[in-house]
């Protein structure tokens, strides 16, 4: 069978990145002949943003035969149009798109229509989200043209699922949660997001003189991943702060790149950007912070946690990803709004405890008192509690081992070759 994997190929920061390596990695392990076919540009260039990873060294998709071919820049409507040829050229079995925002809906949209109509190809979108964080009636027409030339979607949560069945009440719907399609209705391939296997714990790592580098106390709360206002850091700060004045053994650990300062500012074009985008925002969203000023960071010293809190603010490199979910006793995932999160799964990767908000999917994945602690959104005090019950009843490793067993790479890429049209 040949599959093509469109979305971030592996020269890019981020999540749907890794997803979309794994996965490719994951159907070529099942037998599978696998294209990965990227974006150069996956967002306007009014954003002011740098979307690279410059910073990594090793090559994820060594000792594979996966090819990557980066072609499609969203700015350029002419690369889209070679994007449909190049695939097509391939004459591949199934074309798996990822669906991460609805802003990427207008290329998604038409190349997907196209791939359809040429017919004998199986088209999927690998939904992460449906609706946006913040959303806008153009976010929604958005979905609704990108969403709609499929016959496969697949959902990592119910959640989702709801959501696409409400954005296309004209649809009839089969939910599978093993693969197996319908012949007379759209299918959705209801999966849980895998456990991250790129990034492995060193096993020559000597923890204690690694935390003693990085100032760490006796119990580590982890965050990691981009700093965006959604995933609630500063929650998670003042909820420390109250462990903190409780305890003197315990550090928080912040280690991840804030998510709209990787530009220089003085730069005329980052300037021009910065301008740009404010302005397209306002008109599309006129009632959205801007979360280009949102600096939980500041929280640190407000607060007086400096002899408590480590923070190691730049985009992690895939090699340096193992240190700190190994020196950390559990990560904490205290978000506002919560899709199937990249972070959680690679926390399962290192067989660590969960501490999370009762929103989105966590209530799906994370058993209380099991393999994760769930705190009330919003309630600084419920979040707080969590983490003095996180140490005083700690969770077993192989509790969150055991969680997370069925939700391997190889169960998921098996669901999706397991059509049986």
């Not at 074309?95 to 999927?124: H, K």
């Not at 496969?152 to 699922?161: D, G, L, N, R, S």
């Not at 509690?385 to 490793?397: G, S």
Request: hydrophobic share 40%; with cysteine; aromatic share 12%.
């Amino acid at each position: 069978m040949r599959i093509v994997c469109f979305g971030p190929g592996p020269w890019f920061k981020g999540g749907i990145s890794n997803y979309n390596t794994s996965l490719a990695k994951a159907l070529e392990r099942q037998g599978a002949q696998v294209f990965i076919v990227s974006w150069t540009q996956q967002y306007p260039a009014i954003i002011p943003r740098n979307f690279l990873d410059t910073e990594s060294k090793n090559n994820l998709l060594e000792g594979t035969n996966i090819t990557v071919n980066y072609l499609t820049n969203y700015n350029n409507p002419l690369t889209w149009s070679a994007t449909v040829k190049y695939i097509q050229s391939l004459k591949p079995d199934m074309v798996i798109f990822q669906w991460a925002i609805a802003l990427q809906g207008l290329p998604l949209g038409w190349m997907a229509r196209r791939l359809m109509v040429s017919g004998g190809t199986e088209i999927i979108f690998d939904c992460h989200l449906i609706v946006q964080k913040e959303s806008s009636k153009i976010d929604k027409l958005l979905t609704s043209y990108g969403l709609r030339s499929a016959s496969t979607y697949i959902a990592h949560a119910y959640k989702t699922v709801s959501e696409l069945q409400a954005s296309f009440p004209e649809k009839t719907f089969f939910v599978s949660e093993n693969g197996v399609r319908s012949k007379d209705e759209n299918t959705i391939i209801k999966l849980f997001h895998p456990v991250y296997d790129l990034f492995q714990p060193d096993p020559h790592l000597n923890i204690q003189n690694t935390k003693e580098k990085l100032h760490l106390k006796k119990y580590v709360f982890l965050f990691f991943g981009f700093i965006r206002k959604y995933k609630g850091l500063h929650n998670v700060i003042h909820a420390f702060k109250l462990i903190a004045e409780k305890r003197d053994d315990v550090s928080l650990l912040i280690a991840g790149e804030s998510f709209w300062n990787t530009l220089n500012r003085n730069k005329l074009s980052t300037k021009v950007k910065n301008t740009l985008f404010r302005l397209a925002k306002r008109l599309v969203l006129p009632h959205a912070s801007n979360e280009q000023e949102y600096n939980p960071l500041k929280l640190i010293e407000d607060l007086q946690l400096q002899d408590s809190v480590t923070v190691v603010n730049r985009f992690i490199a895939n090699e340096e990803v193992p240190i700190y979910f190994q020196v950390s006793d559990c990560i904490v995932l205290y978000y506002s709004t919560a899709t199937p999160s990249g972070v959680e799964s690679l926390s399962y990767n290192f067989n660590l405890p969960v501490l999370a908000t009762r929103v989105g999917h966590f209530p799906e994945t994370i058993i209380d008192g099991y393999n994760g602690y769930l705190a009330e959104p919003g309630d600084i005090q419920s979040m707080a509690n969590q983490m003095l019950r996180f140490i005083n009843y700690p969770l077993l490793r192989e509790d969150v081992a055991a969680s997370s067993k069925q939700m391997s790479w190889d169960n998921y890429a098996k669901a999706i070759l397991n059509r049986n049209i």
